[in-house]
């Protein structure tokens, strides 16, 4: 658990390369779109944000966080 939980956010965002959902490990490739897992703080950087595909966004929305 972090400090910056709180600043968490799940944002649209479309793949420039390939991927792998941290739910479910389906593989998001090139063009598809995914939610990134990102800190509200623009000042604030963190390594190892989440990537999540739409249909793990569409059962659990912002559950993803884990708050």
């Not at 600043?7 to 063009?31: D, M, P, Y």
Request: proline fraction near 1%; charged fraction near 25%.
């Amino acid at each position: 658990m972090s400090k910056y939980n709180n600043l968490k956010f799940l944002k649209w965002t479309e793949a420039c390369v390939e991927h792998q959902c941290n739910r479910c490990g389906q593989i998001i490739s090139i063009g598809e779109f995914y939610y990134a897992e990102k800190i509200k703080d623009k000042f604030l950087h963190a390594p190892y944000m989440k990537k999540f595909c739409v249909t793990c966004y569409q059962k659990f929305g912002d559950d993803l966080l884990g708050r």
